[in-house]
């Protein structure tokens, strides 16, 4: 019995006597004896299953369990399980024939001490693009001391010594412990450089080995500048999507279309009213309809008829994208506004005029116009509102003769002529829309000017 029990029987007056020895039992002594001699001649006795591939093998089939045939390994896949250390490694193989600096990438499985090496796949490269240079599995130092057999009556392909043992050095593996940034190991033959690895790794080893990591730079590509193809011109009949598809591929494919653009801009279409910035007197009186549609950036072209011009209207622009002149760039919904200058087929039009559609959907849409954009126009009017504020409030107030604080289109449009601030067309409309409250056709001259 324990101290506490003793104490408390000799408490309540009834001690407890002296502990006897346990009786001898002779199967315990003899598996004691055997243990000891085992321990002591473990050196003339054959591999354990752990030790030995073919004697795994064997008891394997002979229907041995797991934890015989192996150390248990649960407590290190339970902590280590989807922890993978990545190292970054090149392959310097330019010194034989067609060889080149090649990079790698490696993985190393801490829960079964496993590792792969994939081969970082590069454009243009000439090689086949393989998943895998090398299958994850345990990874041998000395390769060829496994490969070899040592003798002919040796029953495993590693070196065994003269007691039957197998030698620990033969058979060792890469463990977490082999690898650092800048150390060149040897796997299965060659020879990689470790310049780098990712954050994970970086902290694993800080954190268990103490060992900081810093990537090392190394270039890949040489300085080769490669012929590149030009892409020839564009000619009818065909889209130009279409004629692309042709050269870039041996067998065309279908131009891919944004059909989630096409579905929320369906119908959405910007009109404005154009002439032809021309010289010629036939054609200054002619006046175009232009259409932008949203959906795929297309435009149309329609002239009205009018009676005795001698100019039969109609359709001018079949619907299709543009470009600009000069570029291989198309026309965009921001290069459409009141004031701009457009160029259709070496015809040079000009906008005039907008409807309250375009306008609303400009305003609300202010990111892809700029000229609508009130945020971005206050930008640019700041500093010189600021410094001409006292001479633009007498000039407003002189075509101001009631004091009410707001003037017509035309005189807004006059002084601020009149201190030379020349403003784009759509611009001038867009703020002549902002400040005009009440849609009367009077401007508030002291809400422009607090934009400053």
Not at 211 to 218: A, K, L, R, S
Not at 270 to 273: A, I, Q, V, Y
Not at 349 to 356: G, L, P, S, T
């Given at each position: 019995a324990?101290?506490?029990?003793r ?7 009834a ?9 001898h039992?002779?199967?315990?002594t ?6 000891e ?31 015989i ?26 010194k ?25 796949r ?20 000395q390769m ?14 590693q070196?065994?010594d ?5 030698d ?16 060149q190991?040897?796997?299965n033959?060659c ?5 780098g ?10 954190k ?11 270039e ?9 193809m ?11 999507e279409d ?26 279409i910007?009109?404005?009213?154009a ?10 009186g002619?006046v ?5 549609f ?16 001698g ?13 600009r ?9 921001a290069d ?12 040079k ?9 375009s ?11 700029p000229?609508?954009n009130?945020?971005?126009i206050a ?17 407003f107030k002189?075509?101001?003769?009631s ?40 401007v508030?001259?002291m ?6």
């Open positions: 324990d101290a506490f029990t104490a408390f029987y000799a408490k309540v007056g001690p407890l006597e002296e502990p006897i020895p346990v009786p039992d002779p199967y315990t003899s598996r004691e004896e055997m243990k001699h085992i321990v002591r001649n473990q050196k003339y006795f054959h591999p354990r299953p752990a030790e030995d591939d073919l004697i795994r093998t064997m008891e394997a089939r002979l229907g041995a369990s797991s934890t045939l192996g150390g248990d390994k649960l407590d290190q896949f339970l902590k280590y399980d989807r922890r993978v250390l990545r190292f970054y490694m090149a392959w310097d193989d330019r034989s024939l067609y060889g080149e600096l090649r990079p790698f990438v490696m993985h190393y499985y801490l829960a079964d001490d496993t590792m792969e090496i994939l081969e970082v590069r454009a243009n490269s000439g090689r086949d693009p393989f998943p895998l240079f090398l299958k994850r599995g345990k990874v041998y130092k060829e001391s496994y490969l070899n057999v040592d003798a002919p009556t040796t029953h495993t392909t070196l065994i003269r007691t039957g043992q197998v620990p050095t033969s058979m060792a593996t890469y463990t977490d412990a082999d690898f650092a940034v800048g150390k190991v040897n796997i033959g020879e990689f450089l470790i310049y690895c990712d954050e994970f790794t970086r902290d694993y080893y800080d268990v080995y103490g060992e900081h990591f810093e990537d090392i730079p190394v890949f590509d040489e300085s080769v500048e490669r012929p590149q030009v892409i020839p011109p564009h000619v009818s009949p065909g889209s130009e004629s692309l598809g042709s050269f870039l591929y041996l067998i065309p494919k279908v131009p891919k279309k944004n059909f989630r653009r096409m579905m929320e801009n369906d119908r959405k910007l009109r404005f009213l002439h032809l910035d021309t010289d010629n007197p036939e054609d200054r002619r175009f309809v232009i259409k932008y949203l959906a795929d950036d297309t435009v149309a072209v329609f002239e009205p008829p009018t009676k005795n011009s100019i039969i209207g109609g359709k001018f622009l079949e619907r299709c994208r543009v470009k002149p000069g570029t291989n760039d198309f026309y965009t919904q459409f506004f009141t004031g701009a200058k457009l160029e259709f087929n070496r015809f039009f000009v906008i005039h005029q907008a409807d309250e559609y306008l609303s959907y400009m305003e609300a849409d202010a990111e892809s116009h000229m609508s009130l945020q971005y930008e640019q009017l700041v500093p010189v509102l600021a410094e001409k504020r006292e001479s633009l409030i007498g000039a002189s075509h101001d003769p004091d009410s604080g707001a003037v017509g289109y035309e005189a807004f449009q006059d002084v601020l002529s009149q201190h030379e601030m020349e403003l784009n067309d759509q611009v001038l409309i867009t703020l002549l829309r902002k400040f005009d409250r009440d849609a009367c056709g009077a508030s001259y809400d422009f000017l607090d934009m400053a």
